[in-house]
Every structure is written in C-alpha cells, then in structure tokens.
C-alpha cells in the first residue's frame, strides 16, 4: 500500500503562482509513476501532469509551459509548480502513484483545493 497526502492549495488570484506537494509513504520502492490529477464541479477528472521513475515527464496541453511537475529520486515527494494561473486551473488536485506490478494499482490522495480568482 502507497499513502499520499497533498498541501499547498489555496486561493491566488489569476497570474500568480502555487506549489503543490505530495508526500508519499508505505511501498514508496514500488512507485513507478507519480502524477497530478484534478477535478472541477461537473467534471470528469483530468491528468495535469506525471512523471516516470527516471524522469520523464508528460503534460496536459493546457498547462504545457506553465506548471512544472518534479520529484525526488526516490519518488518519495512530487512537487506540483503552477505559474500564470488562470481561473479555468480552479478545482481539486489530486496526487496519483502507480505502483510497477502487473496489473499496475493506483493509489490517491485526498485531495487539495487550488481556487483562482479573476
């Protein structure tokens, strides 16, 4: 089992800037890939970014250019860097670890509300 827990969500008005953090604990060597998600009211749940064991990284379009998904070597924290944020970037975040077993598990986080203002 993977236990995440997310902060640093907040109120910011549009064009500034929050870190989101995610800190991993349990069977932190079975990671295989972490990952922001989020989810606004009438929504389907979205990937905003996640990065691979080793370093790649992939992007929702929307926000290619403007967040910066990172994490430790040993995916034990993944960071979330949102800059010009725009209201249509307002709903909950949610941390994802997939775990490398066949098939592959997904673990979530609680959640973090990220509200930008106009």
């Known amino acids: 089992q993977v236990q995440l827990v997310e902060s640093g969500g907040g109120l910011v008005q549009a064009g500034g800037s929050l870190r989101l953090s995610c800190a991993a604990s349990?069977?932190?060597?079975?990671?295989?890939?972490m990952g922001w998600y989020r989810q606004a009211p009438g929504k389907q749940r979205e990937l905003v970014a996640d990065?691979?064991?080793?370093?790649?990284?992939n992007y929702a379009d929307s926000v290619k250019g403007r967040f910066t998904i990172s994490t430790d070597n040993a995916m034990g924290t993944v960071y979330l860097q949102m800059n010009s944020l725009k209201p249509e970037d307002t709903a909950r975040y949610y941390c994802?670890?997939?775990?490398?077993?066949?098939?592959?598990?997904?673990?979530w986080g609680q959640g973090t509300q990220v509200t930008v203002s106009s």
């Open positions: 990065i691979i064991r080793g370093g790649r990284t």
């Open positions: 994802n670890a997939r775990d490398v077993f066949n098939p592959p598990r997904d673990f």
């Open positions: 349990g069977r932190i060597f079975a990671i295989n890939t």
